[in-house]
């Protein structure tokens, strides 16, 4: 994926990571290798990109890479020849390619200063790519900065983390992603921070959901449940069917009872709208505050995570169906 803007001040809700490496830069104290870590999506690759264009850029300031020079666009296309991306073949990285990002390490830089190699799903490094990639942190190139980005860092070898200096990036808060994808897609405050809430702090999910799928889906769900009472056995045999011929759609239902069900617990405690998930959902809720009672909404909630883990047990989907249709249609 190519980064949109790959200075450090379109960052959104990291200034603890990105003033650290700005401050390195200033007075020319990076580290050799760096840990991003953190949850997937919350602006780590984009961290690493701007990193990388700000220690080539002829014309870096306090934000970083200019943008608009050719190595800030080189760096932005994946194009510039001393910065090099490792990614998984497949679901690994492998040893054969931590070889040639070393082999390509020990050349002198083409254009810039350094080296730079960004390892994008560090943790997919095998147990044989990790014992060869330690080799290249034990003793590492003159010229060469590296980064590894892990949403799993717990995973990587206890000697990898100790020979970088590792960065924390956390879950952004609502109000800031919600802020930035008002700037950034130019939603509505409200669909911003419908998705702000959906996308629990990952920039990347925010920027990739449809907020209409999403509005619809919450809709075909709340008319589904809301029917159920209604059905007869065969009608709710026949949706339990159709449910379980769509695992996909099935798991979907389920993540969306939960959604549902801990809005109407944080309304009926708090009160507060701006802390509901689905705020369109609000006057449904004081609709059926009444006849919706505390014990009947914790039963249900344990019926839609126990349903789940049914499924992950790979129990028959049908059965599952069933059973959560059944018990949901008679309250």
């Known amino acids: 994926m190519e980064p949109r803007d790959i200075s450090f001040g379109a960052i959104e809700g990291h200034d603890r990571p990105v003033t650290i490496l700005k401050r390195a830069l200033a007075n020319h104290t990076l580290a050799h290798a760096y840990l991003f870590s953190g949850e997937a999506g919350t602006g780590k690759k984009m961290t690493a990109f701007a990193l990388a264009a700000a ?4 014309d870096a300031g306090p934000e970083g890479g200019c943008g608009v020079c050719p190595s800030c666009r080189k760096v932005a296309a994946l194009g510039h ?3 090099h991306l490792l990614v998984p073949d497949g679901d690994e990285i492998k040893i054969d390619q931590v070889r040639q990002v070393q082999a390509d390490l020990a050349l002198k830089p083409f254009e810039g200063e350094k080296k730079v190699l960004i390892v994008d799903g560090a943790e997919s490094m095998n147990q044989a790519s990790s014992n060869a990639f330690l080799k290249t942190l034990e003793e ?3 010229d060469a900065l590296i980064i590894l980005i892990s949403a799993l860092a717990q995973s990587l070898l206890a000697t990898i983390r100790s020979r970088c200096q590792e960065l924390r990036f956390h879950p952004l808060p609502r109000r800031t992603l919600a802020r930035a994808l008002t700037k950034k897609r130019g939603l509505s405050e409200g669909d911003a921070w419908f998705l702000a809430a959906l996308a629990q702090g990952s920039m990347g999910r925010g920027l990739e959901m449809d907020v209409q799928q999403e509005k619809t889906a919450r809709e075909e769900f709340a008319s589904l449940w809301s029917g159920l009472a209604s059905m007869g056995p065969a009608e709710l045999l026949a949706q339990a069917e ?3 011929k769509d695992r996909e759609r ?3 239902l389920l993540e969306l009872g939960v959604e549902r069900l801990r809005d109407a617990l944080v309304y009926r405690e708090t009160r507060e709208e701006r802390l509901l998930i689905n705020e369109q959902a609000k006057d449904l809720l004081r609709e059926r505050e009444e006849s919706f009672s505390l014990p009947r909404m914790l039963a249900d909630l344990e019926l839609f995570v126990v349903s789940r883990g049914l499924l992950d047990r ?3 989907a049908q059965l599952v169906a ?3 249709l059944f018990k949901l ?3």
């Not at 220690?55 to 002829?58: D, I, K, L």
Request: hydrophobic share 25%; proline share 16%; charged share 25%.
């Open 314 to 316: 790979r129990v028959s």
């Open 250 to 252: 099935l798991e979907r």
């Open 55 to 58: 220690v080539h850029c002829p």
């Open 140 to 142: 590492p190139p003159g």
């Open 329 to 331: 249609g008679k309250g």
């Open 322 to 324: 069933e059973n959560l």
């Open 242 to 244: 159709t449910l379980s």
């Open 81 to 83: 020849p001393d910065v």
